[in-house]
């Protein structure tokens, strides 16, 4: 594995690993008035680690095909 490709994992699983502390860290009962707030914040956070996932597929299968070519092209 290249290093760029750790890198750009670690940073991926760094961000879904906030974005998850984030959306647990909530009152354990939250008051009926912040239901939907805490609904909307939620469907946030689910979109962001969405992003976050697609980011860290989209860095792996890069890193993948850089590593591919350079197995492929001699004197790299």
Same mark, same amino acid.
């Given at each position: 594995?290249?290093?760029?490709?750790?890198?750009?994992?670690?940073?991926?699983?760094? *961000?879904?690993?906030?974005?998850?502390? $984030?959306?647990?860290?909530?009152? %354990? %009962?939250?008051? %009926? =008035?912040?239901?939907?707030?805490?609904?909307? %914040? $939620?469907?946030?956070? $689910?979109?962001?680690?969405?992003?976050?996932?697609?980011?860290?597929?989209?860095?792996?299968? =890069?890193?993948?095909?850089? *590593?591919?070519?350079? *197995?492929?092209?001699?004197?790299?």
């Amino acid at each position: 594995m290249t290093s760029t490709f750790v890198r750009s994992l670690l940073v991926a699983g760094a *961000a879904v690993g906030a974005l998850s502390v $984030a959306a647990c860290s909530k009152p %354990a %009962a939250p008051a %009926a =008035d912040n239901v939907a707030a805490d609904a909307s %914040a $939620a469907n946030n956070s $689910a979109s962001t680690a969405m992003e976050a996932s697609n980011t860290a597929s989209t860095a792996a299968t =890069d890193a993948s095909n850089s *590593a591919s070519n350079a *197995a492929t092209t001699p004197g790299q």
